[in-house]
Every structure is written in C-alpha cells, then in structure tokens.
C-alpha cells in the first residue's frame, strides 16, 4: 500500500485541487515548486538552523513515568508542546515562511481555530519582516483570547469571521477569499494537511520531522503511536515515518464533542462522507444536500467538519484506526497529565492522551502520544470545567 | 439544438442575470426566471445554494445561506424548474459538493429533463472535468462553462477555448463575486488580449459588473455581459425585475 500523494495529487482517491479557477496560478506556482525549494540544500539549512535554534527541535520524548504505572504499560510522550508559540505548528509555519519568500510574496494570510497556527504564522511573519493576516472565527476569538492578543502583539492583523459557524471552517473560507481577491503578491500559509494539492503533501512533510525524531529518541520500535486529528497535521507529522511499517499501530483521535450522537460533534470519520471541503476531496460532515454541517468541538484546533485527505486514505486502507473522545473525557484527561506528570496540555492533545484509558496496551508494549501544545491557551475553559 | 449555441449565433449585447436560487422566498425562482425572461434577459443563471462558496462575496453568501434557510435544495430545484419554460437559456451554478452528493449523472439527466442548457460549476477544474466527467455532461447535451481570470495565462486560455463548446465565462479581476470595481484601464487591457485571441467560443464577462456603463464597456470586449451580485441586491430592496433590467437596458 502506498500512502504517499501521487502525481495527480491524490491519497487513493481523496484529495486532487477542487478550486475556482482564479486560484489555479497560485497553486500552480507552489506545485510546481515545493519540492524542489525544499529538497534544495539551502533550504534544509535554513530551515534545520531555525527549527534548532529558534524552534527548540528536537523536543524531548519523555518517558511519562507515573502515567505509565496508572495505565500499566510505558507511555512516551512526544513533546511539542515545548516548541516556541507552544505547538507543532511551527514547523509548518518556519518551513511555509522559507517558501513564501523564495516566491518573493511580501503579504502573508493565514487561517487559524485555536490560535496556535496563527500566533506560528504571526510568528514568522515577524521573524522574516513579513506582513501577516489572520481570519479567525467569532467564536474561537473570544474562546482563545490570549493567542488573539499575542498575534496582536506579533503584529499581525486578526480579521474576525462571522460567517457560517464563526469557527475554522468559516475562517479558512475567508482566508482562501482572500487569497482569490489577492492572486499576486499573497501567499496563504495554511495550517494544517488540507486544503488543495500540494498543500497536504506540503504540510505533512514539514510535519513529519516529529516522527523522524521519534525514531531516532525511541531506538525500540513503537507498538503505538497515538495523535489527535482536527485537521490532521500533527498526526500526520506523527504517523509519517511510520506509515509503511505494519506492526506500528496507529491510531487518531477526533473529537466526539457532547457525543457522536448529540448532534454536537466534529467526529468526520464516524459520521462524514466523502466530498469537497477547501478544494480538497476527502471525508466531510455534510447533510443529504451536500451542505456542510457546522461541527462542534471544546477545542477549537479539532473543530472542524473534515479531515486531511492522507487520513481520509488511511481511514479507508484501515491502515490507521479512528476513534473519538468527548469534551469531558478531554478535560479530564488534561487534569489528570497535569496532577501526575505536571504537564499542562492543550485541549487538542487531551483529547490524544484520553484515549490512553481505552487503549488496553500491555505491559511489555511502547505507547508513543504526540502532545502537539501545551494549555496555557486553554487556561480559561479548564478553570470553568476545574473539577472541586 | 443547444439554445447556448443559437444564442450566441445571432445575438451581441448580451444581458445574463445571476440569482440564487430560493431567495428571497423559497418559491421565488420560478417568478423571477419568468420575469426575467419577460424583460428580454438572453439568458439566465441560476445559482445553487451552498454552505460554504468560496468564490463569493458577502452578498451572494447572505442569499445563499438565507435560501438554504429557507429550505432550497438540488431536488426540490429541479421540482420548480419543471413548471418553467423560458425562451432564454437556463445555466445552473453551482459548487461541486451539491452537483457530487446528488450523483454527477443524475444530475445531468435531470438538469437536461428540465430544459437546463448548461453548468457552471467553478470548483471543478478542467483537468478533472474532462478525465471523469465530459461523457456524462456530452451524453445530456449539457454545456460546461469555464470560468478564466486576468491571471490566467494564454496557454491555458487556449487549452479551455478548446474543451468548451458555448461560450467562455471571462471574470474580470481576480475576485470574489461582488467586488464593485467597474471596468478600469487594466481591466480593459485585459479584455483586448482576452479579444485579440480570436478563440473560437464567445466571451461573456462576470464579476465587478454591476450597471449600466460596466455592462457597456465590457460589451464592447465581449459578447455580453453577467450582472450577478446587483440583482440579488436589488430583490432585497424589492425592486421590481422589470425595473432593474430597464436601469441596464
Ligand atoms: C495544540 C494543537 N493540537 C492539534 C491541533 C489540530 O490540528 P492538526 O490536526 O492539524 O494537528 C491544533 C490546532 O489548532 C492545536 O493547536
């Protein structure tokens, strides 16, 4: 089985660049590009230097001692959640940056739910001198209050979306407007493995330096390597370098919201089908008419109606296996790494770490869970939700 | 006969209307097309509501979602089209997700059932059109109409000239539908190189054109002209079609 983009830009059959043809040059430029500025010796420089020095790579893989012994097997936990801005997504954005100024963009735009993407991009907009717009839904504005206002500080400008949803979904529709309205001198740095080829396959590159990294800190080979899925970046990034080796499980958390069946869900593999979100053919919440379903999720970085497509392909070989975790098993299982390993993590990757409570893996196994953020963004829903 | 075909044999100027279908009231699409073929419109747009257009700006999202609201879908679409018989060709617009999740060849055939002439369907790229799906709109006498930008380059042009067997859908700066800008020097410049190309379709320019002088300037690079976003304005502030059609004229 083969789980890499093929020409065409499809994961099996999910995938390809469904786009209104004004955006057709922009995604050429990239596609025709991509590869070569990132296999180029130049680029690999500049971008390990920054992921080492300015990033913090390699994060450790720690060996969660006292989650272990609870859950009676060994728990490592991937720590990317130590990366400057606080999540994976800076990989993405340093390696985004490079390309955008090897294309000569001067304006950058990207789309953000949780903030983490947008404060990486603000980041490096500020890093390389760049301008930097970031759509960000109502909702997850004032959900994620300290990250609106560290992209303030960053200097990028917060557009508000109040269409749709007012969540993730909404405000990539706007970045992607933009983007038609700006064909020129934009570059969109989108912050996870969606959107139109070759962006999936781009992202999921520049991500999969956190499984490379595994492999080498592990030495043993993983029985389990356990990611959350809103998009799927960092699952992917996590997945990568495991992909064609069978005997590592894999397994991808969605968030299930108030429950698969409450109507109030961002859980795409349980009850999606396939069509066409953001030019990308892949799994999608949808109704009988094709409408897009407004999802819902605790977390802002899961809340979104459909997937990356290399995750609608690995769902489909059943080379990865999707299950779903609530927003209350999450927020306890945030407590929980807190009071036993002293590690606060991202609503996001709770969602990764509750699924630990269901896994059953034995005591001889390796359980590798990416923490793809740290919580301090969160602070504010865990203080409403802290348990007496 | 295709009507797209005799249309464009003996016609210039033409006036193409852009709506959404199910707006403002559910049950307004039939009305407006008959009103609309009555004011002597050459031909007609219908724009199938989706949840998320990408392609469009914050006037044709509002009637859009408030046709959704209102209960509007392909099905019941295609009811309303039955009762309709205008001498003007009839387009459907719309994204790809509502076409693929009612079935690519159902769609067809209904759609040709219904005396539908054409499809515009933006966010499915030619490449991808003519490997999976030319057959099956060729098999329902069904015409796809490309859309091209100021962006989009000569070789292209070409290639969609090629592939297209109507006319071509010339949108007039890279945007979304809405963006009021007229028809400025650039603009113009790129409607003469679009001209110069002598391609063998016909060309009607969209987007930014929104009253009667930027109709008149873009006819005078094209053989008509769309007008979308300032008629779907004009049926929230209830003027009357009729009067709208004499404002362009
Ligand atoms: C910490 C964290 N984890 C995970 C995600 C989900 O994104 P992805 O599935 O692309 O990794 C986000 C998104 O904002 C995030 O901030």
Known sequence: ?388 | MNKLNTLFSDKKKLLSIYFTAGFPELNSTAKILNELDNAGVDMIEIGIPFSDPLADGPVIQDSSERAIANGMNVSFLFEQLKNVNTKAPLILMGYFNSVMQFGVEKFCKQSKSVGVSGLIIPDLPIEVYLKEYKHVFQKYDLKNIFLISPQTSNERIKLIDKHSDAFIYAVSSSSTTGTKNGVNADKEKYFSRIKKMNLKNPVMIGFGISEKQSFNKACNYASGAIIGTAFIQSLKTKTHVTEFIKTIR
């Open chain 1, 1 to 388: 089985m083969n789980y890499s983009v093929n020409k065409e830009g499809y994961y099996g059959s999910f995938g390809g660049a469904y786009i209104p043809e004004m955006l057709y040059p922009n995604i050429e430029e990239i596609k025709n590009n991509y590869q070569k500025i990132i296999s180029s010796q130049k680029f690999k420089n500049e971008y390990n230097a920054l992921l080492a020095n300015y990033a913090g790579r390699p994060t450790p893989l720690y060996f969660a001692k006292r989650l272990s012994e609870k859950y009676k097997t060994n728990i490592y936990l991937k720590r990317e959640d130590l990366l400057h801005t606080g999540a994976h997504k800076i990989n993405n954005t340093l390696g985004q940056i490079l390309i955008a100024k090897h294309l000569g963009k001067k304006r950058i735009i990207a789309e953000t739910g949780a903030g983490q993407h947008g404060v990486a991009t603000a980041t490096v907009c500020a890093l390389m001198g760049l301008q930097c717009i970031v759509y960000m839904g109502e909702v997850d504005i004032e959900r994620q209050a300290p990250n609106v206002a560290r992209m303030k500080m960053l200097g990028a400008k917060v557009v508000s979306t109040t269409s749709g949803s007012k969540t993730l979904k909404d405000a990539t529709n706007e970045a992607i407007r933009d983007w038609i309205n700006n064909a020129t001198d934009t570059y969109y740095i989108i912050g996870s493995v969606v959107g139109p080829h070759p962006y999936p396959d781009l992202v999921a590159k520049l991500q999969s330096v956190i499984s490379k990294e595994i492999k080498l800190q592990l030495r043993t080979k993983p029985n389990y390597v356990i990611a959350c899925v809103g998009g799927g970046s960092n699952a992917a990034g996590a997945f990568y370098h495991f992909m064609n080796d069978k005997n590592v499980k894999l397994i991808a958390v969605e968030a299930a919201g108030k429950g698969i069946k409450s109507g109030h869900s961002a859980a795409t593999m349980v009850l999606g089908k396939p069509g066409i979100i953001h030019g990308s053919k892949t799994m999608l919440m949808q109704n009988s008419d094709g409408q897009i379903t407004e999802p819902y999720s605790i977390s802002a970085g899961l809340d979104y109606p459909g997937v990356g497509p290399i995750h609608a392909h690995l769902f489909d070989t059943d080379r990865a296996k999707f299950v779903s975790i609530t927003d209350a098993e999450a927020l306890k299982a945030a407590y929980q790494l807190a009071k036993l390993e002293g590690i606060i993590p991202a609503l996001e990757s709770a969602h990764a770490l509750a699924y630990l409570g269901k896994l059953k893996a034995k005591k001889n196994e390796t359980v590798v869970v990416n923490l793809s953020g740290r919580g301090d963004k969160d602070l504010s829903t865990y203080i409403k939700h802290l348990p007496i």
